[in-house]
């Protein structure tokens, strides 16, 4: 099976993003989310960015705010981003 089965992102006007196939929330503030899915580490930037929804049974989470990058990588390069809080 594709580890990337199960897992989509869908962004709406650079305004608002839903993605599935979350495993966790890693860590998130104003300027990043970095999520867990079954596709890897996704890290999420922008500015003014805040939960819309997010249901951890379904693995389904919506991010609204200025969507500037999409990032896939792992978790150690997203530790060492300052900027990012626990």
């Known amino acids: ?3 990337a089965e199960g897992h989509d992102v869908h ?3 650079r305004r608002e993003i839903e993605v599935t196939g979350v495993e966790r929330l ?3 503030d104003a300027e990043a989310f ?3 899915t079954r596709a890897g580490e996704l890290c999420v930037e922008g500015r003014a960015l805040a ?3 997010f249901d ?7 991010i609204e705010g200025d969507i500037g990058a999409l990032i ?3 978790h150690r390069r997203a ?3 300052g900027r990012l809080r626990p």
Do not use: C, H, N, T
């Open 1 to 3: 099976m594709d580890p």
């Open 11 to 13: 962004i709406l006007a």
């Open 26 to 28: 890693e860590r998130f």
């Open 34 to 36: 970095v999520i867990s």
């Open 51 to 53: 939960i819309k929804a």
């Open 56 to 62: 951890r049974q379904a693995g389904i989470i919506r």
């Open 72 to 74: 896939y990588g792992d």
């Open 79 to 81: 530790a060492r981003w």
